[in-house]
């Protein structure tokens, strides 16, 4: 459990295809917000990569890569 990780709630197929159902972020996606093509500034880009890179660093710290569980 984390704030930098959006969580992951369930994994089912449908017509042969693996769908992953996440937890609903309050202000959407990254990719949600640069659809809207108004620019991130400095600070903003900041804050994001400085996010992804706690999510990725607990992740790591419990051994997590990716989803795989590495022991």
Avoid: Q
């Amino acid at each position: 459990d984390s704030p930098y990780l959006v969580k992951y709630t369930k994994c089912y197929e449908d017509e042969n295809v693996f769908k992953i159902v996440m937890e609903s972020c309050k202000l959407g996606s990254l990719k949600d917000y640069m659809d809207l093509n108004v620019g991130l500034n400095e600070e903003a880009l900041r804050e994001i990569a400085s996010c992804c890179l706690l999510g990725l660093e607990f992740l790591h710290s419990h051994y997590i890569i990716h989803g795989v569980v590495e022991h």
